[in-house]
């Protein structure tokens, strides 16, 4: 009977959270950080699902994205280097 009761209470409690809106959307990426010893310098490598960086893009910047479709392809590059542009180390 405890069984019962507490499976019926877990399910209780799963029902709730999903009715109740509480969500987080997953974003998936992978990150590859290496040395470079004979540049000495720090290289870094970032993958990212491209659905998941037009929505960024397009919240950051208020504007239409398609990162694959080759008449914005200037558009988008001009949105990407203003998001990976560092300041100098001068």
Do not use: W
């Not at 019962?4 to 992978?30: M, N, Q, Y």
């Not at 949105?79 to 300041?87: A, G, L, N, T, W």
């Amino acid at each position: 009977m405890k069984k019962v009761r507490f499976l019926i209470e877990l399910l209780f409690c799963i029902c709730f959270t999903v009715s109740a809106g509480i969500k987080h959307p997953l974003h998936v990426s992978t990150t590859e950080v290496s040395f470079n010893q004979k540049d000495k310098t720090l290289e870094i490598s970032c993958r990212i699902f491209s659905d998941d960086f037009e929505s960024i893009l397009a919240k950051n910047y208020k504007q239409k994205t398609d990162l694959s479709n080759p008449a914005m392809k200037n558009a988008m590059d001009e949105m990407v280097e203003k998001i990976h542009q560092f300041p100098s180390a001068d």
